[in-house]
């Protein structure tokens, strides 16, 4: 069967993948990766769940989606990695620069169509995470048993009632005022910084809430942008030709296209960690 071709595409933005926690669907983005190439790559923070990290809970897709990164980076493709609240211990990092990946904690980015976009996570503006970390730690493991049930809850659903996928995490977040209020704060307080600095787009990540739409206030407008996450909405952001869309993993993809996409060889961990060294240890001496 004929490979998949490739989508180009001018940016990719991708954030709250949170590898290394049983909510992630990394085999799922693993796939979305193999049918893109990127010439950026935004890596808008949480990407790797450092809070939650456990040597006992690292599958080989997980590791997969590191390795895919790690080849973008020896092709030469742009890649920034956006520290946030779950990866802050890459912080101590920032300015740390290998090959073509730099970690840095924002990025501005002058566009094609000579717009300026504003790239960041977004934790920043959590008052949870400024005053009372071990709460935001305590809700992050809440956060990842309540996914766990959800996936049970959708499997008796699909398997059983015959009924459509639910969102627990969805259904709480809407019922909730003060959830709805803290997510039109986050979007209202993003867009009105990038409004003083004269940003055109706003990019973040933090709330996994998917977004784009036109925020104003009495001193002019921006359009404000957030790549959603991998654990619920599996979405990103696509930049290509002056264009953002939000893009929204479709399993029906995989269930037409799985086949076409080219696969790796299943390798075991240790191979899999063996081949990750090899392919550092060359973009170093490059």
């Known amino acids: 069967m004929d490979k998949v071709k490739k989508?180009?595409?001018?940016?990719?933005?991708?954030?709250?993948?949170?590898?290394?926690?049983?909510?992630?669907?990394?085999?799922?983005?693993?796939?979305?990766?193999?049918?893109?190439k990127p010439k950026i790559v935004i890596l808008n923070g949480d990407i790797i769940d450092i809070w939650q990290f456990s040597k006992r809970y690292w599958p080989k897709a997980h590791m997969k989606v590191?390795?895919?990164?790690?080849?973008?980076?020896?092709?030469?493709?742009?890649?920034?990695?956006?520290?946030?609240?779950?990866?802050?211990?890459?912080?101590?990092?920032?300015?740390?620069?290998?090959?073509?990946?730099?970690?840095?904690?924002?990025?501005?980015?002058?566009?094609?169509?000579?717009?300026?976009?504003?790239?960041?996570?977004?934790?920043?503006?959590?008052?949870?995470?400024?005053?009372s970390k071990w709460l935001a730690k305590m809700g992050a493991m809440g956060y990842d048993t309540l996914i766990l049930i959800n996936r049970l809850v959708n499997f008796i659903s699909e398997k059983v009632f015959k009924k459509g996928k639910l969102s627990l995490s969805k259904k709480i977040k809407n019922s909730v005022k003060t959830a709805v209020k803290f997510i039109n704060n986050f979007e209202q307080t993003a867009a009105d910084i990038a409004i003083g600095n004269e940003y055109e787009y706003v990019v973040c990540g933090h709330i996994h809430q998917p977004e784009m739409r036109e925020i104003s206030n009495q001193h002019g407008k921006t359009m404000y942008l957030n790549s959603g996450d991998w654990i619920e909405?599996?979405?990103?952001?696509?930049?290509?030709?002056?264009?953002?869309?939000?893009?929204?993993f479709n399993e029906n993809e995989v269930d037409h296209q799985g086949a076409s996409v080219p696969e790796e060889d299943d390798f075991n961990d240790t191979e899999l960690f063996e081949n990750l060294v090899e392919e550092f240890n060359s973009m170093r001496q490059k």
Do not use: P
Request: charged share 20%; proline share 0%; with cysteine.
């Open 233 to 248: 909405n599996l979405t990103s952001l696509e930049y290509v030709n002056n264009e953002w869309s939000i893009y929204r």
């Open 66 to 131: 590191i390795k895919q990164i790690m080849h973008w980076m020896s092709k030469g493709v742009k890649i920034y990695y956006i520290t946030g609240n779950h990866d802050e211990m890459l912080r101590k990092f920032v300015g740390f620069k290998m090959g073509s990946l730099q970690i840095v904690n924002k990025v501005i980015l002058q566009l094609d169509n000579r717009k300026k976009a504003w790239f960041f996570h977004g934790d920043v503006f959590d008052v949870t995470m400024q005053h």
């Open 7 to 36: 989508r180009k595409l001018d940016i990719l933005v991708l954030s709250d993948v949170h590898l290394g926690t049983y909510g992630c669907h990394a085999t799922e983005l693993l796939h979305y990766l193999k049918t893109v």
